[in-house]
């Protein structure tokens, strides 16, 4: 977008009528953008302006805004491209003008878009352009006789250029239906005809390649499968796709080619019995080719991407909700954690951490061994906590996780022992924020502190790994990554600045996502506050090395300080300070003393204090906030425990009842750890005694639920669990 120009108002308009959002906030919402504005900013604290949009409706106005800029950079392009070459009439310049959107562009564009030398262009080249515009117009002219006329004579053969020549009626009838077939295939009207049947008749076939059966094992279920393309679910089309790709299954993306060819020829066949008469004959074999060769093909690839663009579209957002639920999960709070990093043979890793995430002392202790080795192990244990005076012990669910959370729990510390999702902890480990936190460190320590510190607050230690490896996508490696990036960016944003940080205790990457701030800042607030100590007041991060006044803008509201001013450690946003001090003079108070008094809130009149700049929605937010400064908006914790008596998929028996945690939800259903190492899968069919059309209407990821065994494969490893009141034991 352009700062100068802004969007285009027929862009404002189709979003409008698009996402029923009215006009003049669409408008508002791409000034405040091109002001530098961030999602969370103008939703939090431009809702007069948007008309109170939330953060998905101002996202979807900014994606929508970037699609019809790049629309319009495309369209610039090829005017661009047409008048260089001479070609651009004010007809055709009115035409692309007219487009909205990227198929009828480049519909329009397709006849005059410099090609390589194609069988119809090589036609033209030996003039058949009249032979096919003859056989086109099907006025019952005899082919063959029309033919000779185009054939090279027989005393210039020797001296014609073998690119003009045309050697007998065979060839020249075979030219003509070349340019006939790629006239056919550029027509605009064509196309989107071939298109609406695409899409009312189309079919998703797959076979498999011939001798790949073995090692195509896992694609044996499509090896022969036909469905309407209409009907092929997100998850099962990128399957496919994956199996595509990797070389085991063949795709065919067509409606039955019966019914292709019979719209061809119905729409471009003159006249009753078009197959007795020689011309329509010609025709008619061009129009064949045409689809099998040209048009077919080309109509096949834009679904392929639009069906692979739905479908990623779909994984994303399932990713983003999973990832979401991961971020905003209950945290322990500043307490002091014992980690562990459960192992059999190397033994467990032990972190002991203060209140603030601080590495105090680690060392090894070996919980799955001998006698002597765990009675070593609970000694070690019970010494560190009662010298640094534990809180809390956090096991990771990993290798030997459930059975180091029964030691742990067997010695009766009087402390809660929770078992810690330690998906990507590895990936932190190894990473660059790691090696700088901890350099001298051995990976698997500093696996045991992340444990801990995702215990104490789940969202500042997973803000440090790729969302990609937290484990919760649903084929997340087979989509459009720089569309899942955007999502998962957006999504790690709107929880962290949803929380609030605190400034002074905030890592770099926690900063890096607050509104406004970014890597670079991120890294010079900490300097600062390094080498300065900690920051008195929000006011004081205009001291921060490159950080001006937009900035401090876009973040402050987010950033929590606990200091002198009560305002710093809440919601309010800097800019409307004075307003709450003017509050607090009306009710004869302090701003600290309105803060602890409920009463005095409650006889402020928000209408009172209503402005050119300041409406409603804010003042009901900063009521709200002063209410309960820096709430956060967190579940309270609690502490989950599995079966004790189960911890292997051994130990599982159909019509088990069993506690469990949900890792991941697809669109299939949802993925539950029960505590046997290996996830058990409650389908879609079973997740409720109601039809469920999404998971995620009855689902979330980490969230706790009751499920019953109603199949075991143990040979496979697979696990079917059900979630019904009374499900049918034995079934899918």
Not at 147 to 172: G, I, M, N, S, Y
Not at 247 to 269: N, V
Request: charged share 30%; aromatic share 4%; glycine share 8%.
């Amino acid at each position: 977008m352009n700062d100068a120009v802004g969007p285009r108002p027929e862009h404002v308009q189709a979003i409008a009528a698009e996402l029923s959002i009215p006009p003049a906030r669409v408008a508002a919402v791409a000034r405040l953008l091109d002001e530098g504005g961030t999602v969370p900013f103008i939703a939090r604290y431009r809702k007069e302006a948007t008309g109170s949009l939330d953060e998905v409706a101002v996202a979807a106005v900014r994606d929508r805004l970037e699609e019809l800029a790049a629309l319009d950079k495309r369209r610039e392009a090829i005017l661009a491209s047409l008048a260089e070459r001479d070609l651009l009439t004010d007809a055709l310049r009115r035409e692309l003008e007219a487009a909205t959107d990227k198929a009828r562009l480049e519909d329009i564009y397709l006849p005059h878009r410099p090609k390589r030398r194609t069988r119809g262009a090589m036609a033209l080249e030996r003039g058949l352009a009249l032979l096919a515009d003859a056989l086109m117009a099907q006025r019952g002219i005899d082919p063959v006789a029309e033919a000779r006329k185009f054939v090279t004579p027989p005393d210039l053969v020797h001296d014609a250029a073998p690119e003009k020549l045309v050697p007998d009626v065979v060839a020249a009838l075979a030219g003509a239906r070349d340019i006939i077939a790629e006239r056919v295939s550029e027509n605009p009207k064509a196309r989107q005809a071939m298109r609406a049947l695409f899409a009312k008749r189309g079919r998703f076939g797959s076979r498999g390649v011939k001798g790949k059966e073995e090692a195509g094992a896992t694609y044996r279920d499509w090896f022969d499968w036909d469905e309407p393309l209409s009907a092929v679910p997100s998850h099962r089309a990128l399957a496919m796709f994956r199996g595509e790709r990797e070389g085991m299954l063949k795709l065919s993306l067509r409606p039955p080619e019966d019914e292709a060819l019979g719209l061809m020829r119905r729409s471009l066949l003159r006249g009753a019995h078009p197959d007795v008469r020689p011309d329509a004959r010609e025709v008619g074999a061009a129009l064949d080719d045409c689809y099998k060769r040209l048009l077919g093909p080309s109509i096949e690839n834009e679904v392929r991407a639009e069906v692979k663009a739905r479908a990623d579209g779909e994984a994303i957002r399932v990713f983003a909700a999973n990832l979401r639920e991961l971020l905003l999960a209950a945290p322990l709070g500043q307490k002091r954690v014992l980690a562990l990093d459960p192992g059999y043979r190397t033994g467990a890793k032990l972190a002991v951490l203060d209140a603030q995430g601080a590495l105090k002392e680690h060392t090894t202790i070996f919980v799955v061994g001998s006698k002597k080795q765990q009675d070593e192990a609970g000694a070690t244990l019970r010494t560190l906590c009662a010298r640094y005076e534990i809180e809390a012990v956090a096991v990771g669910n990993g290798t030997a996780g459930r059975e180091t959370e029964a030691f742990v729990r067997g010695l009766g510390l009087g402390m809660p022992v929770a078992l810690v999702n330690e998906s990507g902890a590895s990936i932190y480990s190894a990473s660059e924020v790691a090696r700088r936190e901890f350099p001298d460190l051995d990976l698997t320590v500093r696996g045991a502190v992340s444990i801990g510190r995702r215990l104490m607050d789940p969202l500042a230690e997973l803000v440090k790994i790729d969302p990609k490896s937290i484990g919760v996508g649903q084929y997340q490696h087979d989509v459009d990554q720089a569309a899942l990036r955007r999502a998962l960016d957006d999504v790690v944003a709107s929880c962290v600045n949803s929380i609030g940080v605190d400034l002074n205790t905030a890592s770099v990457e926690l900063l890096s996502h607050v509104s406004g701030l970014g890597p670079v800042l991120a890294a010079n607030i900490v300097a600062h506050r390094d080498e300065h100590g900690p920051f008195p007041s929000r006011r004081a991060l205009l001291k921060v090395k490159r950080l001006g006044p937009k900035a401090f803008e876009q973040a402050a509201g987010f950033l929590r300080v606990r200091g002198s001013d009560p305002l710093d450690a809440s919601a309010v946003h800097p800019e409307r300070y004075e307003l709450v001090k003017r509050m607090a003079r009306d009710a004869g108070q302090t701003v600290a003393d309105l803060l602890g008094d409920e009463a005095a809130r409650q006889r402020i009149i928000p209408e009172k204090y209503v402005s050119e700049d300041v409406g409603l929605p804010t003042l009901r937010d900063i009521l709200a906030e002063l209410a309960r400064p820096g709430r956060d908006p967190r579940a309270g914790f609690s502490v989950f425990a599995f079966d004790e008596n189960v911890s292997d998929i051994k130990d599982l028996r159909e019509g088990m009842r069993l506690p469990g945690i949900v890792t991941n939800v697809t669109k299939f259903g949802a993925f539950v750890d029960v505590g046997v190492h290996r996830d058990g899968l409650v389908h879609v069919s079973q997740l409720a005694d109601r039809f469920v059309r999404d998971p995620s209407e009855v689902v979330a990821a980490g969230r706790e639920v009751m499920v019953t065994v109603i199949g075991l494969d143990q040979k496979r490893g697979r696990i079917n669990l059900s979630m019904k009141r009374d499900p049918v034991i034995g079934g899918d």
